[in-house]
């Protein structure tokens, strides 16, 4: 059995944005795993395709994961409340990582060490591998972000961009979408913070190889 | 400037017991960096030569790293004090950790999510990130030991043994020897739990290939 048939044998599901963080998880878990990208989406916008165009820049298989608007609810709520994002783009992501656990062995995130938002405690990761006997795999979680941006940096070039200048792939814009629609636009002015900044993975470095 | 001339640029040094863990973050760290495997030693013991028969069949540099005895004293003294190993073991590796960010950029060892020792807190790897302006790696700290124990077995035929029964690279080893000759024999089974286990890398599996 060579390495290509054992990582044919295990195939992990990777929730992923296009973003640095995800892209970076995706090299990283492509040298013990076939990586499936899979990308969540409400059916509000179409900003999945960002990912899309990403994944296949990758060379690596992509999905959708069509998440119910009752969650893009709850978790609309539960930002009106607090009056700021945090809680409830954790809630998206646990909601999504609990979907995808239903039907994967392996599911992984691209969370790194000093993330604040969507970070899962412990316990919750432990609860999520015990209730769906699953393997849930953080590649970035022993990283810090300066070591990840200096490795992403020997990968991919990378443009960063604020989300009120241009739209991706991660869950908030389909968050503020929701948001705009129920409670108007000055909410979302309100809500989020100001210059706040996403990645997009914009090609390959000249110096990728596939691994 | 191809994968190996970027690896070239960077070396990593790795806390390496060649047991199941540190090994897997060898190889892991392996995709990015030039690894070079470092196994401390306060001469007390030749222990470490444990390692270096791990590093041969991983084809990976090895070094050892001394550490002064008055750290072995510490430790042991803590670990008296406490009547269990945990604090004085992660004393160890928080000081070797330290020696080793005084010559290093890229420092790592094989600690993983859900370790108990020796685990720093994020407040304690941070400082050490600061402190040296170093880049603080630790490759396995988003896996359970059930996803390890997993990936180990895909790259290597492992074995298990008992503190008791056999002599490893681990910080416990030169501890006990420690403990044995200031405290005598009995303070080793009061202190050290029975039963114990570690790992050591027998041979690579058939199907590992060079990565």
Known sequence: MNLQEIKKNKK??????????????????SKFFEVELITCTFRLLTNWRKAEEVAKKLKMSF?????????LEE???????????????????KKALERLAETSEFIADGVRRDDRVPVLSLAEIKQIEDKFNVHY???????SRKTINLLVGKFFIVKEYKS??????????????????????EKIKKIFP???THSIIIKLSPSFLPL
């Open 12 to 29: 992990v599901h990777l929730l992923f944005s296009g973003g640095k963080d995800s892209s970076l998880a995706a090299i990283i878990l």
């Open 63 to 71: 999905k959708t994961m069509e998440l119910p608007e009752i969650i």
């Open 75 to 93: 978790a609309s709520e539960k930002i009106i409340k607090d009056n700021f994002p945090a809680n409830g783009i954790k809630l998206i992501h």
């Open 137 to 143: 795999l953080q590649p970035l979680m022993g990283y």
């Open 164 to 185: 009120e200048e241009e739209i991706g792939a991660e869950y908030e814009f389909e968050l503020r979408e929701f948001i705009k629609r129920k409670y108007g636009s």
């Open 194 to 196: 100001k210059n706040h």
